[in-house]
C-alpha cells in the first residue's frame, strides 16, 4: 500500500504542534514547578516571593502566548524556508517498515528502528529519532491509503503511541 501527498504549511504548523504537545510526564512536572512556585509567591519572605511571583508571570506571559502564536508562526516560516518539505513525498508500508520517497531520494524506516509515533485526527508523526519525525497526513486516506493498517503495525511493532 502506498501513496502520494505534499506537507502543506498548515500540516507543518501543525505537525510541529503535535510535537510539542505536553505529554503527561511533562505536565506533571509543569504542575509541581507552579505549585511550588504558587507556595513560594506565599512564603512571607518578601524577596522570594517577588522571585516566585516573576517565575508565574513569566510562565504565563511567555509559554503560554509562545505556545498559541510565536510556536505556529515559526513553523509556517520554517516551512516556507524549508523547500524539500514542500515537494511530494510517497509513503508506502512494507513488512521491513514504512517506506518514504522522495524526488531527492528516499529510504525504509525500519520497524525496530522506529523510536515512537504519534497521532491527533489529523496527523501521523513516526520517529526514527527523538527531534526527527515524518510527517503523515491522516488525510491520505482519501487518496487510499489505509490510516487504520499503520496504526495498528505501529501499535504491534513500535508499542502505543507517545
Same mark, same amino acid.
Given at each position: 500500500?502506498?501513496?502520494?501527498?505534499? /506537507?502543506?504549511?498548515?500540516?507543518?504548523?501543525?505537525?510541529?504542534?503535535?510535537?510539542? !504537545?505536553?505529554?503527561?510526564?511533562?505536565?506533571?512536572?509543569?504542575?509541581? *514547578?507552579?505549585?511550588?512556585?504558587?507556595?513560594?509567591?506565599?512564603?512571607?519572605?518578601?524577596? /522570594?516571593?517577588?522571585?516566585?511571583?516573576?517565575?508565574?508571570? +513569566?510562565?504565563?506571559?511567555?509559554?503560554?502566548?509562545?505556545?498559541?502564536?510565536?510556536?505556529?508562526?515559526?513553523? !509556517?516560516?520554517?516551512?516556507? !524556508?524549508?523547500?524539500?518539505?514542500?515537494?511530494? *513525498?510517497? *509513503?508506502?508500508?512494507?513488512?521491513e517498515g514504512v517506506n518514504? @520517497? @522522495?524526488?531527492? +531520494? +528516499?529510504? /525504509?524506516?525500519?520497524?525496530?528502528?522506529?523510536?515512537?509515533?504519534?497521532?491527533?485526527?489529523?496527523?501521523?508523526l513516526i520517529y526514527p529519532?527523538?527531534?526527527?519525525?515524518? /510527517?503523515?497526513?491522516?488525510?491520505?486516506?482519501?487518496? +487510499?491509503?489505509?490510516?487504520?493498517?499503520?496504526?495498528?503495525?505501529?501499535?504491534?511493532? *513500535?508499542?502505543?503511541?507517545?
Open positions: 500500500m502506498e501513496t502520494t501527498y505534499t /506537507i502543506t504549511e498548515d500540516d507543518y504548523a501543525g505537525a510541529m504542534k503535535l510535537f510539542h !504537545k505536553i505529554t503527561p510526564g511533562k505536565a506533571t512536572v509543569y504542575a509541581i *514547578v507552579t505549585m511550588a512556585l504558587i507556595l513560594t509567591a506565599f512564603s512571607g519572605l518578601e524577596i /522570594i516571593s517577588a522571585g516566585a511571583s516573576g517565575g508565574l508571570i +513569566g510562565i504565563f506571559l511567555l509559554l503560554v502566548p509562545g505556545r498559541l502564536i510565536a510556536m505556529p508562526f515559526l513553523a !509556517k516560516r520554517q516551512y516556507r !524556508k524549508y523547500k524539500a518539505i514542500q515537494e511530494p *513525498v510517497t *509513503v508506502q508500508l512494507t513488512d518514504f @520517497t @522522495t524526488a531527492d +531520494g +528516499g529510504g /525504509i524506516i525500519r520497524w525496530e528502528k522506529l523510536l515512537k509515533w504519534r497521532q491527533n485526527e489529523k496527523y501521523i529519532m527523538p527531534k526527527l519525525f515524518h /510527517i503523515i497526513p491522516v488525510r491520505v486516506a482519501d487518496s +487510499g491509503f489505509d490510516i487504520q493498517a499503520l496504526v495498528k503495525l505501529l501499535e504491534s511493532r *513500535v508499542g502505543k503511541k507517545a
